[in-house]
């Protein structure tokens, strides 16, 4: 079993960065593949990024992709989002996600879930 903490969440002006971290506790976190989810008030949970145990394969829904970059550090068992030139329909609570294999775009593959960090980019 792995536990998931996201950090690093606020407020951001559009066109501003933030590096969201979500940091893993438990059993060899280079087991697991992890994914980047986001829920807007209203909306339905959404595929953000993803990236396998090796950080050799990693995924970006359309309305990230050249803005937003998944990478891991196994050895601190952390896997970062840098979200770049933030928009404000990027707004919303930031969840990472884990299983122990690579488990595509669709939160309900996902085993392991965080609690979740807010993200609010003002216009």
């Known amino acids: 079993q792995v536990q998931l903490v996201e950090s690093g969440g606020g407020l951001v002006q559009a066109g501003g960065s933030l590096r969201l971290s979500c940091a893993a506790s438990?059993?060899?976190?280079?087991?697991?593949?992890v994914a980047w989810f986001r829920q807007a008030p209203g909306k339905e949970r959404e595929f953000v990024a993803a990236?396998?145990?090796?950080?050799?394969?990693?995924n970006y829904a359309d309305s990230v992709k050249g803005r937003f970059t998944i990478s891991r550090d196994n050895a601190k068992n952390t896997v970062y989002l840098q979200m770049n030139s933030l928009k404000p329909e990027d707004t919303a609570v930031y969840y990472c996600?884990?299983?122990?294999?690579?488990?595509?775009?669709?939160?309900?593959?996902?085993?392991?879930w965080g609690q979740g960090t807010q993200v609010t980019v003002s216009s």
């Open positions: 990236i396998n145990r090796s950080s050799g394969s990693k």
């Open positions: 438990g059993r060899t976190f280079s087991s697991y593949a």
């Open positions: 996600a884990a299983n122990t294999y690579y488990s595509g775009t669709s939160s309900g593959n996902y085993r392991y």
